[in-house]
């Protein structure tokens, strides 16, 4: 089965920029899906984006729209979030996740997860 690592996370003042990765190993990753979720403190885990196995339907939540981007390169077994705009609110630690489903927003739908990768962005 999959396994996932996330990397990127890190400290950046408000409206700077970072990029996670999300490297995939031990199982076919054109079969997932893949998405990003985030919790900060003392909050539930909260949906980011998704992407499908070819990266051609991507989904976001409405409060990173137009900020984050995320994408895949199979080549690589890799899904990145480039997140810019940056703000305090976004601090939380985020997790990406892979379903073999074709796209999905919630949680239940994906059976792998990462660690998660840290956050933080100061005002």
């Known amino acids: 089965q999959v396994q996932l690592v996330e990397s990127g996370g890190g400290l950046v003042q408000a409206g700077g920029s970072l990029r996670l990765t999300c490297a995939a190993s031990g199982g076919a990753f054109t079969s997932y899906a893949i998405a990003w979720f985030r919790q900060a403190p003392g909050k539930e885990r909260d949906y980011i984006a998704s992407?499908?196995?070819?990266?051609?339907?991507?989904y976001y939540a409405a409060s990173v729209k137009d900020r984050f981007t995320i994408s895949r390169d199979n080549f690589k077994n890799a899904v990145y979030l480039q997140m810019d705009g940056l703000k305090p609110e976004d601090t939380a630690v985020y997790f990406c996740?892979?379903?073999?489903?074709?796209?999905?927003?919630?949680?239940?739908?994906?059976?792998?997860w990462g660690q998660g990768t840290q956050v933080t962005v100061s005002s």
């Open positions: 996740a892979a379903g073999l489903i074709n796209i999905a927003t919630e949680q239940d739908d994906y059976d792998h």
């Open positions: 992407i499908n196995w070819n990266g051609d339907k991507t």
